[in-house]
């Protein structure tokens, strides 16, 4: 006979399944007045499969599509109430080649609290988070990340670039073997060469960014926690909660991704770099 012992420990090693998480419920005010949700602004071209015609790409699909190359088969876009262009747009997912679900807030903290309200949907599975705004290399970064997180057993692995300027970027301090010792956010000055703008994190990271946003601590404290400082809308960050996370003891691990480049659009400079196609990944 089978022991069942053997089952739930064959249950235990078989890794959790991947979703993505996307917030996509902020409202462009860098950028403003706008013509659609910058998630669906084009940025670029791609080739129709069936046409063989170019037809446009636009600000969120780069993002997909990575978790595409990852072997993710569902995502998750939190929107804010009268964004309707963006499940207009993508609609199930066909188009990208994954199963995307619509999350629908009437408002948020910033992008932490966003996040947040997927929580029922993904407390039990490892998360692939990106931001639709920020165009990043290499094609393979999720991959490379779920990988590093199966390796190392961390709660979140972050995928750090090379940043031309931090006085605009979180960056990681991380010792010889990846791991991340502090997060420093948008320094004005520092020896710090590398930033995060993409991550995998484990059901721990989800349940300590659940019960984060509701300790007493984080509530008194949220002037002090979002601000322009860490946030050019002075909303609350998610570089915040890894901060926090990083001083409650859980393990975040990075992977370099040299040579690749990376452009925030939310930014009208930045904005017009990606139409005119100088930076696109």
């Known amino acids: 006979m089978n022991d069942p012992n053997d089952d739930r420990k064959a249950a235990q090693q078989i890794p959790l399944e991947v979703v993505g998480l996307v917030p996509a419920a902020g409202m462009a005010t860098r950028l403003q007045p706008f013509p659609c949700s910058k998630e669906v602004f084009p940025v670029g071209f791609t080739v129709d499969e069936k046409s063989g015609l170019p037809r446009p790409k636009v600000a969120a699909q780069y993002l997909l599509e990575k978790f595409r190359v990852a072997g993710i088969t569902k995502a998750f876009m939190v929107i804010k109430a009268g964004k309707w262009d963006i499940p207009n747009y993508f609609r199930e997912g066909d188009v990208i080649g994954l199963s995307l679900a619509y999350l629908v807030i009437a408002g948020s903290l910033g992008p932490p609290d966003t996040l947040d309200r997927a929580y029922p949907f993904i407390e039990q599975k490892r998360v692939a988070f990106g931001f639709p705004d920020i165009l990043f290399g290499p094609d393979d970064a999720y991959a490379r990340l779920i990988q590093r997180q199966e390796d ?96 409650g ?10 040579g690749e480049r990376y452009l925030d659009i939310g930014t009208p400079e930045n904005l017009l770099k990606a139409v005119r196609g100088l930076d696109n990944q």
């Not at 010792?181 to 930033?195: E, I, Y």
Request: glycine share 8%.
């Open 249 to 258: 003891g859980l393990v975040v691990q990075s992977v370099k991704f040299p």
């Open 152 to 247: 190392t057993g961390a709660d979140v692995v972050l995928g750090l670039h090379l940043i031309e300027d931090p006085r605009v970027w979180d960056m990681a301090d991380c010792d010889e073997g990846g791991r991340v010792r502090d997060l420093v956010m948008k320094p004005a000055s520092t020896t710090l060469t590398h930033g995060w703008c993409c991550a995998v994190w484990t059901p721990r990271f989800s349940a300590f960014l659940h019960e984060f946003l509701r300790a007493d601590d984080t509530k008194q404290n949220m002037s002090r926690l979002a601000n322009r400082a860490n946030d050019p809308s002075g909303d609350l960050a998610v570089g915040v909660v890894l901060q926090a996370a990083l001083k």
